[in-house]
């Protein structure tokens, strides 16, 4: 009793086998039956001679086939991504203190230079005086080491004199050695009194430099007191509360420029090299919403996993209608290609995995011809690496193989 299901079992997967892998085969062998079973049956004849070339005629597969015939069309690169604010920055403070102005609120629009957070500026205005009264005293003792520095080269001047004299005299036996080692040392020490003096004053100098930097310093902080806006854009979230501790680093607001905007998507590395910098480019956002803009960058680096190349569309947004992190289907111009627009449902796959289309050629016997998908549309898919005239099986191009005959039944494009 088990072995008819057993071989009921091996029948049915031997015909799926031919069925599915070795369809071919199987059709050819169907039609060589029906070859012969034709030539036994005893058909009577007309006047015209055997009706079997009739029969055969009769029972060949019927196709709808569509005769397409190339078009110019806009090959454009069409990639998924979503928008991006243009610029967002975190905007923190820099140093330690209160708060003592009163939150904006998130969504509020500022222009650059706005007031974001106003600080307590403490002692910080003390300190900055202090720091100019010390940069006025350095200031002040420049005359004084001036004159020191004169004074000593004076000196200097005087003791060469006298150092001259006692010379002439030791020489002519006029005067004692004695003096002339005097008037030497005298010499020595108003060349070390220039020195001091000179030393004197570029402390002086390097002290003046320092208040001056101490100036500087104390009025940076007082500065910090006031964190601004530092583009035009929206907040994106609410300044720091009145009252809050502030800390450097403590954040003030997030701010974000929505105008102009970008685009982002990624390339595939077989079209990169159709994208330029600089060309026309258009995104539908999923709400519907078409823009337009240029393409303002192209990734030189691939990402690592999935080598794919960045690129930015960057888009004007006035009106601030587009959103940060919006889906896009954006289209990137380039050059034009005649292709075939086909209805989807025309594609398939041989025996081999490669997509394609089934035609009709000559004597009405079926081709198999691979495609390349350019891009598709509401109205169907734009094929390539087709003849310039091709008649296309839109219907029943599943039930037929390469070198079958069938019965064509032709469409126009439009219909």
């Not at 039609?31 to 004849?45: F, R």
């Not at 222009?111 to 910080?124: S, Y």
């Not at 004199?161 to 002519?172: F, V």
């Not at 020195?195 to 007082?222: D, F, H, P, Y």
């Amino acid at each position: 009793m088990r072995l008819i299901p057993l071989l009921t079992a091996i029948l049915v997967s031997v015909g799926l086998y031919f069925l599915v892998f070795d369809r071919e085969t199987l059709l050819a062998f169907a039609k060589a039956d029906a070859t012969v079973t034709d030539t036994d049956t005893d058909a009577p004849s007309n006047a015209e001679g055997s009706i079997a070339p009739e029969i055969a005629q009769s029972d060949a597969i019927r196709v709808v086939v569509l005769r397409s015939t190339a078009r110019e069309v806009d090959n454009a690169v069409i990639l998924r991504g979503q928008t991006k604010a243009v610029r967002q920055v975190e905007v923190r403070a820099e140093t330690t203190s209160t708060v003592i102005s009163e939150p904006k609120r998130k969504g509020a629009f500022v222009e650059a230079g706005d007031l974001m957070c106003e600080l307590d500026p403490g002692t910080r205005f003390a300190s900055l005086a202090e720091a100019k009264a010390r940069k006025i005293e350095a200031m002040s003792r420049v005359p004084e080491s001036e004159a020191r520095l004169d004074e000593a080269k004076a000196r200097l001047d005087e003791a060469l004199i006298n150092n001259n004299a006692a010379k002439k005299l030791s020489e002519g036996g006029y005067g004692s050695e004695t003096r002339r080692i005097a008037s030497e040392a005298a010499v020595r020490s108003a060349e070390a009194g220039i020195a001091t003096a000179e030393s004197g004053l570029e402390a002086t100098k390097a002290g003046i430099e320092a208040a001056t930097a101490a100036v500087a310093a104390a009025q940076r902080e007082i500065d910090r007191m006031t964190i601004t806006a530092p583009f035009r854009g929206l907040l994106e979230s609410d300044t720091a509360e009145l009252g809050s501790l502030m800390q450097p680093g403590s954040l003030c607001g997030t701010i974000i420029q929505l105008n102009p905007i970008k685009v982002v998507g990624f390339v595939p590395e077989t079209s990169v090299n159709r994208v330029v910098v600089g060309s026309m480019a258009g995104a539908q956002l999923i709400s519907g919403l078409q823009v337009q803009g240029r393409v303002t960058f192209l990734s030189r680096s691939a990402d690592e996993t999935t080598r794919t190349f960045e690129v930015e569309v960057t888009v004007p947004n006035p009106e601030l209608l587009i959103r940060d992190g919006q889906t896009a289907t954006i289209a990137i111009s380039a050059a034009g290609a005649k292709a075939h627009q086909v209805p989807q449902s025309a594609l398939t796959l041989n025996n081999d995995g490669q997509l394609g289309v089934r035609t009709v050629g000559t004597d009405n016997v079926v081709d198999f011809m691979p495609v390349k998908l350019l891009r598709d549309d509401t109205k169907g898919v734009w094929l390539d690496g087709l003849p310039e005239t091709v008649d296309v099986i839109v219907m029943g191009q599943d039930f037929v193989t390469k070198g079958v005959t069938v019965t064509p039944t032709y469409r126009e494009a439009a219909q």
